[in-house]
């Protein structure tokens, strides 16, 4: 317990990363840090498809963002993606699985639908290692959360990482709740020691090409206090207990 190294990730395997972003925005949000120390990485966006139809009018996120009528949101955003992908290096791939906002609950999308094409996805990037979003609050960060779980262990040769969903982290008992869940599961969550490049300019840059996303993400998220703090990017490494700590699952 005393290894200086414990955390540390060996530089070979985050050759190739792949990080998966529920949405058009939540990568940078979460992982610019990551990505700017890490260029050339992928980011896999699972909710970047075109809905049969936009409400009308907009519901509120699109409204507060300055869509109306008409308006091809997914389009604009993905323009918006690439350009702050750029910022931090990072190559995109959109998935075409569509946002909960625009279905009603029995038309979203399963697990069974989105982990297939998500394992395609890693495998054709040839990742080393794999960053999900811990899932919280969020039906949409749940769902590329689990489905990411699904695939880890047909690709146990992949080093897998959650990094903590921006905004939501920080509402109360949420990341507490997924790392029990986690933990009582024997996929013990624990922080690592991953490389980064901290810039906080950068990241800014980087998530105000999301202007349409902006006003609300300050409304929602607090944007601006969140960027100024420069609050630091945390990575949790997904592997079984060490050997003979298992028990620690089971103590009250």
Known sequence: MDDPTWGLVEPELLRRIVVVSPHLDDAVLGTSHLLLR????????VFAGRPARYPDPPGPWDAAGGFGA???VVGTRR??????????????V???FVE???????DRPTLEDVAPALEAAIRSATATAVFLPMGLANPDHGT?????????????DLAWFCYEDAGYANLPGLLAWRVGKLFRAGIWPTPAVVPQQPDGARKSQAVRCYSSQIPPLEAEHALTPRLEANVGEQYWRLAPPPVGWEGLVDLP
Do not use: I, K
């Not at 590329?144 to 146990?156: K, Q, Y």
């Open 38 to 45: 890490h260029r050339g990485s992928t980011v896999v966006t």
């Open 70 to 72: 008409g308006d091809d």
């Open 79 to 92: 323009q918006e993606d690439r350009r702050a992908l750029e910022v931090v290096g990072a190559q995109p």
């Open 94 to 96: 959109w998935l075409d």
């Open 100 to 106: 909960h906002q625009y279905l009603p609950l029995a």
């Open 144 to 156: 590329a959360h689990d489905a990411g779980m699904l695939v880890r262990p047909r690709m146990t």
